[in-house]
């Protein structure tokens, strides 16, 4: 049987979006399981604060919801290293970017989330290939914009 061109890849891809999309904590079989991003509230987000890894919050005052980049990042290297073993020095960059993709359909979101992931993966004779994958997404659900 023929090996399937990609195949390792695509595990590695479905592996890191569960990582990603699964908030930590909330898988009872491991609760180390996840991504600490959703763990947190970002209604106030400082986003030259959090691109800079600075706390991430506007107000001054300390609280649960805050967290920086670097953690971010932490939380998801951490995950990729003790859940898919197949992918090797993973590096994780993480950037906020206040979104205006969607301005012109007249629906608005405040921010995206870039995700880079990165590394190498063995194919199992001692070649190692480079792996990338990107992930985007909104940090706050997209509201209809109103007409006044």
């Not at 991003?37 to 609280?63: K, L």
């Not at 792996?131 to 006044?148: D, G, Q």
Request: aromatic share 10%; net charge negative; charged share 25%.
């Amino acid at each position: 049987m023929e090996k399937e061109t990609g195949g390792i890849e695509q595990c590695i891809d479905s592996i890191i979006d569960l990582i990603v999309f699964t908030p930590k904590g909330s898988f009872s079989a491991d609760p180390e399981f996840g991504f600490e991003y959703w763990n947190h509230e970002f209604s106030n987000i400082n986003v030259r604060e959090f691109n800079n890894s600075y706390i991430g919050i506007m107000d001054n005052t300390r609280s649960l919801n805050d967290i920086s980049r670097k953690q971010c990042e932490q939380s998801i290297h951490d995950s990729i290293l003790a859940y898919e073993p197949r992918l090797l020095s993973p590096e994780v960059k993480i950037e906020l970017e206040i979104n205006n993709i969607l301005q012109n359909r007249n629906y608005q979101s405040k921010y995206a989330m870039r995700i880079l992931i990165s590394g190498s993966i063995d194919d199992g004779l001692g070649v190692f290939r480079p792996y990338e994958k990107r992930i985007s997404f909104m940090v706050e659900p997209i509201a209809k914009k109103l007409r006044i």
